[in-house]
């Protein structure tokens, strides 16, 4: 067992999930492979927490090499002081690994992702939840990054919370953007402050992180992309909407990013009545946009930038705090 890490290690890890019908993936935090003398038969990766392309070659399939190639990808977890993990497979070899102790979260035509028992989906949501006041009557979602705040966020917002008797924000707990969740999440509950009926909870990591939605953030369209796309609308829809008796979930509609827009059209295909598009306001006939936002940051125009987004958010960004976000 060994890690690979050469050219020659990796091609034949591409080779062997090639003949399983699968692909290897750029998000990988490492790749082990098991060799028999010089003859690759069975590999294992890890993206962070999330386990994934387990495969094993066909001539060895009776040997219990995939018991062997996750006891060795847990091991690497638990050294680093990980015990939560994930594990994506296809859905014809998803009854392998529910004989190693995972629980199914959800699946789809093209992917299955499951988790070890400890800390589940169900038992995670049902804790957050008690951090809520009873909710009655129409109750819609947001799940947003906000990095960072803008008006055309606060707009979202509060046309949600004018339809609806509660708004819940998810926000996006996953620490990919240039603000930190921590900072996301002081900027969004100041700025909803005078919206009684918003509340803000973080998203968990069953919504667009490493888990659910690992491509998000690199702003790929493909048909990876695709695939991952519907498994976190389907997690949001079987779990979310049940557990927090959310009826709609509302999102502002993309002119810009097409990856953004993509994820739109899935969450049309899924929700299908559940979900609700807003126009998006436009200052100086432009959408208002977080990525604008950070570019006038990026360039000290901070007068633009008062134009764009609320108070909480411009104080942010004028302080030491805010300014060396965009010095580094």
């Known amino acids: 067992m060994i890690d690979c890490k050469t050219q020659s290690e990796l091609s034949d890890v591409f080779d062997l999930l090639n003949k399983q019908g699968l692909r290897f993936e750029d998000k990988v935090t490492s790749t082990i492979g098991l060799f028999d003398n010089h003859k690759l038969i069975a590999t294992g990766s890890l993206y962070e927490n999330v386990i994934k ?22 091991n690497k977890l638990r050294e680093q002081g990980i015990y939560k993990y994930f594990l994506f497979t296809t859905p014809t070899n998803k009854h392998y690994f529910i004989n190693y102790a995972f629980s199914l979260i959800a699946e789809t035509k093209d992917i299955v992702l499951l988790e070890n028992n400890i800390n589940t989906i169900e038992e995670q949501l049902l804790k957050l939840k008690t951090s809520l006041p009873e909710l009655s009557g129409s109750i819609a979602s947001i799940v947003m990054n906000c990095n960072p705040v803008t008006f055309g966020h606060m707009y979202l917002i509060e046309s949600c919370a004018k339809e609806n008797n509660h708004v819940i924000i998810f926000l996006v707990e996953e620490n990919k ?18 919206l009684e009926n918003v509340v803000v909870l973080p998203s968990t990591a069953y919504i667009i992180s490493s888990a659910t939605f690992p491509t998000y953030f690199l702003k790929e369209l493909n048909d990876v992309s695709l695939v991952y796309m519907d498994l976190d ?44 598009i807003i ?35 411009y104080q942010f960004l004028i302080s030491a705090k805010g300014k060396a976000l965009f010095d580094e």
């Open 279 to 313: 126009k998006r306001i436009e200052n100086n006939q432009e959408p208002i946009s977080a990525s604008f936002v950070r570019k006038l940051a990026k360039n000290h125009q901070y007068k633009e930038i008062k134009q764009l987004v609320p108070k909480a958010t």
């Open 53 to 74: 392309m387990i495969a094993v070659d066909r001539d060895y399939q009776n040997e219990n090499l995939t018991g062997i190639i996750l006891t060795n990808l847990t």
């Open 177 to 194: 953007s240039v603000f930190s969740f921590d900072i996301r999440l002081e900027l969004i509950k100041k700025a909803t402050k005078h």
């Open 233 to 276: 609308i389907t997690i949001f829809k079987e779990y979310f909407m049940r557990i927090f008796n959310i009826n709609f979930r509302y999102v502002g509609e993309e002119p810009l990013d097409p990856t953004t827009r993509a994820y739109n059209m899935a969450m049309k295909a899924i929700l299908k009545d559940k979900l609700k």
